[in-house]
C-alpha cells in the first residue's frame, strides 16, 4: 500500500513541535506493515539544503503567485516530495512566522499551495507514485481533502489528524476567491467558519476519516470545553473519528545509545543515569540535594506554565530543585526566570530550545513536570518514560493515556509509572508534588517506579498497526 502524507515540518529536516516528531517517525513505523509512505513538505532553506541529489518530478508555473518545482528526494530512510516555492517557503525565521513573532502575511496562500500539489499527487498525477491513501496532518494541510473533493476526479481517500485543534488555519473571508475552490466549498458543509475561511475546518469536513492522537483527547474535542467550536462539526462525523495514541523514535530516544549523552544506561544497567544527573546539575548550576524537577516545554497557557511559576517558591521550600527548558509567552519567560533568580543554585531557566539539552534533562532529571490545561497526546512524557524520569501531570487528553497513576493500588499492583492530578489548580498540584516526594523518599518504591516507567512500549509498534487497518478500510 503507498500513502501520500501531507505535513508542513518533518523532524530531523524542520522542526518546531511534536507534529514534526510524529511525521518523521511514522513513516519509518509503517514499513513493518507493509506501508510506502512518502511525505510532501514545504521547500524550507533548512529543508532544501539538506536534501542530496534530489530529482526533478514536476514545474508549476504560476502556484499562488510564483513559479514552483516539485521535487523527490530521500533523506536517510524518509522518502520525500519537496515543494520548492522560493516565493513562498524561502525566508529567514520561524516556518510560520517572522522575527517578530507575528504570523507570515501570506500564510494563507503558503499553505494552500501545499495542500493544493497534495491533492494533485492524491489524484495520481505522478505516474511513480500513486498514492491509495493521502494522510494529511494539521490546518496546514486542511484544505487537501477540499481540493481532492473539489478539484474534478475524485482522487485516494483522504484522513486528516488533528494534533492540536487549537491551531485551525483562521482566515479573512477574502482569500476563498484566491484558493481556487467552488462558490459552493464556502458553506458549513466545507471551508466556511463563523464568516471566516478554516483550513481546519475545510480537512475536518470533506476528509474521508478522521484521527487524533490519543483516546482521551478524541473524547474531550467532541465535548464544548475542548472542541474549540468545531466539537458540533466533530459530534456529527463522531462515527469517522478515532483516536490513535502517538509513539517516539526509539532509535533517537534510547538512553543505551543516545549520542547527546555523556554516559548511556539502560534499565538492567542504570550505573550511567547517575553520571547524566551529575551533568544536568553542572549545566544548570544545581546546589544541593533533592530531586531534580525538570521541564521541557513551550511556556504558554495551554502547557500550564502559570500554575508552575505560581508554586515554584513551594515547590523549592518542599526540596525539590528545577531546571527548565522552553520558550514562549513572554510574560511567562519573565515571571519563570525571575522566581528563579530567587532560588539560586535550586532552581534554573534556560530560555530557548535546545535538542541535546533536552535529551541530558530525560537523561539526568528525576521527575518531569507536565500540567497542561489541555495536552492532545505530548510526546515529552512518553520520552521521560523511556528515560526512566518520572511525570507529574495533569490528568487530561494523552496524559491521561499513557501514564499510569502511582496510587496505592497502582503501587501494590506493581503498574504505576507516574502521578496525575485532576482539576487545574495549585492546591491539586501541589498535592501530586508532595505524593511524588512521599515516593521519592522511599529509594526501594522510586526503583520500582522507574523500572515500570522504563518498562513501558512507548514505540510506534502498535499505533502503526492502527494506522495499517485504517488506511486499508478507507481503501476498501
Given at each position: 500500500?503507498?500513502?501520500?502524507?501531507?505535513?508542513?515540518?518533518?523532524?530531523?529536516?524542520?522542526?518546531?513541535?511534536?507534529?514534526?516528531?510524529?511525521?518523521?517517525?511514522?513513516?519509518?513505523?509503517?514499513?513493518?506493515?507493509?506501508?510506502?509512505?512518502?511525505?510532501?513538505?514545504?521547500?524550507?532553506?533548512?529543508?532544501?539544503?539538506?536534501?542530496?541529489?534530489?530529482?526533478?518530478?514536476?514545474?508549476?508555473?504560476?502556484?499562488?503567485?510564483?513559479?514552483?518545482?516539485?521535487?523527490?528526494?530521500?533523506?536517510?530512510?524518509?522518502?520525500?516530495?519537496?515543494?520548492?516555492?522560493?516565493?513562498?517557503?524561502?525566508?529567514?525565521?520561524?516556518?510560520?512566522?517572522?522575527?517578530?513573532?507575528?504570523?507570515?502575511?501570506?500564510?494563507?496562500?503558503?499553505?494552500?499551495?501545499?495542500?493544493?500539489?497534495?491533492?494533485?499527487?492524491?489524484?495520481?498525477?505522478?505516474?511513480?507514485?500513486?498514492p491509495d491513501i493521502v494522510h494529511v496532518h494539521d490546518?496546514?494541510?486542511?484544505?487537501?481533502?477540499?481540493?481532492?473533493?473539489?478539484?474534478?476526479?475524485?482522487?485516494?481517500?483522504?484522513?486528516?489528524?488533528?494534533?492540536?485543534?487549537?491551531?485551525?488555519?483562521?482566515?479573512?473571508?477574502?482569500?476563498?476567491?484566491?484558493?481556487?475552490?467552488?462558490?459552493?466549498?464556502?458553506?458549513?458543509?466545507?471551508?466556511?467558519?463563523?464568516?471566516?475561511?478554516?483550513?481546519?475546518?475545510?480537512?475536518?469536513?470533506?476528509?474521508?476519516?478522521?484521527?487524533?492522537?490519543?483516546?482521551?483527547?478524541?473524547?474531550?474535542?467532541?465535548?464544548?470545553?475542548?472542541?474549540?467550536?468545531?466539537?458540533?462539526?466533530?459530534?456529527?462525523?463522531?462515527?469517522?473519528?478515532?483516536?490513535?495514541?502517538?509513539?517516539?523514535?526509539?532509535?533517537?530516544?534510547?538512553?543505551?545509545?543516545?549520542?547527546?549523552?555523556?554516559?548511556?544506561?539502560?534499565?538492567?544497567?542504570?550505573?550511567?543515569?547517575?553520571?547524566?544527573?551529575?551533568?544536568?546539575?553542572?549545566?544548570?548550576?544545581?546546589?544541593?540535594?533533592?530531586?531534580?524537577v525538570t521541564v521541557i516545554s513551550r511556556l504558554t497557557?495551554?502547557?500550564?506554565?502559570?500554575?508552575?511559576?505560581?508554586?515554584?517558591?513551594?515547590?523549592?521550600?518542599?526540596?525539590?530543585?528545577?531546571?527548565?527548558?522552553?520558550?514562549?509567552?513572554?510574560?511567562?519567560?519573565?515571571?519563570?526566570?525571575?522566581?528563579?533568580?530567587?532560588?539560586?543554585?535550586?532552581?534554573?531557566?534556560?530560555?530557548?530550545?535546545?535538542?541535546?539539552?533536552?535529551?541530558?534533562?530525560?537523561?539526568?532529571?528525576?521527575?518531569?513536570?507536565?500540567?497542561?490545561?489541555?495536552?492532545?497526546?505530548?510526546?515529552?512524557?512518553?520520552?521521560?518514560?523511556?528515560?526512566?524520569?518520572?511525570?507529574?501531570?495533569?490528568?487530561?487528553?494523552?496524559?491521561?493515556?499513557?501514564?499510569?497513576?502511582?496510587?496505592?493500588?497502582?503501587?501494590?499492583?506493581?503498574?504505576?509509572?507516574?502521578?496525575?492530578?485532576?482539576?487545574?489548580?495549585?492546591?491539586?498540584?501541589?498535592?501530586?508534588?508532595?505524593?511524588?516526594?512521599?515516593?521519592?523518599?522511599?529509594?526501594?518504591?522510586?526503583?520500582?517506579?522507574?523500572?515500570?516507567?522504563?518498562?513501558?512500549?512507548?514505540?510506534?509498534?502498535?499505533?502503526?498497526?492502527?494506522?495499517?487497518?485504517?488506511?486499508?478500510?478507507?481503501?476498501?
Amino acid at each position: 500500500m503507498k500513502v501520500l502524507s501531507v505535513a508542513s515540518e518533518v523532524f530531523p529536516l524542520i522542526k518546531t513541535g511534536g507534529l514534526a516528531d510524529v511525521a518523521g517517525a511514522l513513516p519509518l513505523a509503517l514499513v513493518a506493515q507493509g506501508v510506502e509512505m512518502r511525505t510532501l513538505l514545504p521547500g524550507y532553506p533548512a529543508v532544501i539544503s539538506a536534501l542530496s541529489g534530489p530529482s526533478f518530478v514536476h514545474t508549476f508555473e504560476n502556484l499562488f503567485g510564483g513559479r514552483a518545482h516539485l521535487l523527490a528526494a530521500r533523506h536517510g530512510a524518509l522518502a520525500l516530495f519537496v515543494l520548492d516555492a522560493p516565493h513562498l517557503y524561502n525566508r529567514p525565521g520561524n516556518i510560520y512566522s517572522g522575527a517578530d513573532n507575528l504570523d507570515w502575511a501570506d500564510n494563507a496562500e503558503r499553505f494552500a499551495a501545499l495542500s493544493w500539489v497534495g491533492a494533485w499527487l492524491g489524484r495520481g498525477a505522478v505516474a511513480a507514485f500513486q498514492p491509495d491513501i493521502v494522510h494529511v496532518h494539521d490546518w496546514q494541510a486542511g484544505l487537501t481533502p477540499a481540493y481532492l473533493r473539489f478539484g474534478g476526479e475524485r482522487g485516494a481517500p483522504s484522513l486528516i489528524t488533528i494534533h492540536n485543534i487549537a491551531f485551525q488555519g483562521r482566515f479573512s473571508p477574502a482569500i476563498f476567491p484566491r484558493l481556487g475552490l467552488p462558490d459552493t466549498a464556502f458553506s458549513s458543509e466545507c471551508v466556511e467558519f463563523y464568516g471566516d475561511v478554516s483550513y481546519l475546518k475545510a480537512g475536518l469536513a470533506c476528509s474521508d476519516a478522521i484521527t487524533t492522537v490519543s483516546p482521551s483527547y478524541a473524547r474531550e474535542i467532541m465535548t464544548e470545553a475542548f472542541g474549540m467550536g468545531l466539537d458540533g462539526l466533530l459530534r456529527h462525523r463522531g462515527a469517522h473519528l478515532s483516536g490513535i495514541l502517538n509513539g517516539i523514535d526509539t532509535t533517537i530516544w534510547d538512553p543505551a545509545a543516545d549520542e547527546h549523552l555523556p554516559h548511556h544506561f539502560s534499565q538492567r544497567k542504570m550505573s550511567g543515569r547517575a553520571a547524566c544527573r551529575a551533568a544536568l546539575e553542572s549545566r544548570f548550576g544545581l546546589l544541593g540535594t533533592g530531586p531534580i524537577v525538570t521541564v521541557i516545554s513551550r511556556l504558554t497557557h495551554q502547557k500550564g506554565l502559570d500554575l508552575l511559576a505560581e508554586s515554584l517558591d513551594e515547590l523549592v521550600s518542599l526540596g525539590c530543585r528545577l531546571a527548565l527548558l522552553g520558550s514562549g509567552e513572554r510574560t511567562l519567560e519573565e515571571s519563570l526566570k525571575n522566581a528563579s533568580l530567587r532560588h539560586p543554585g535550586r532552581a534554573s531557566v534556560v530560555l530557548g530550545y535546545d535538542e541535546p539539552l533536552a535529551h541530558l534533562m530525560q537523561a539526568g532529571g528525576d521527575v518531569i513536570l507536565i500540567p497542561s490545561r489541555f495536552e492532545p497526546c505530548g510526546l515529552t512524557q512518553l520520552c521521560a518514560l523511556r528515560y526512566g524520569t518520572i511525570p507529574v501531570v495533569s490528568r487530561v487528553g494523552g496524559l491521561n493515556d499513557t501514564i499510569i497513576d502511582a496510587n496505592e493500588a497502582a503501587l501494590q499492583s506493581g503498574v504505576g509509572t507516574g502521578f496525575q492530578f485532576t482539576g487545574f489548580s495549585r492546591h491539586e498540584f501541589i498535592d501530586a508534588i508532595r505524593r511524588m516526594l512521599e515516593i521519592y523518599n522511599n529509594p526501594d518504591v522510586w526503583k520500582i517506579l522507574v523500572r515500570n516507567a522504563m518498562k513501558s512500549d512507548v514505540s510506534w509498534s502498535r499505533s502503526s498497526g492502527r494506522y495499517a487497518a485504517l488506511y486499508q478500510t478507507l481503501a476498501a
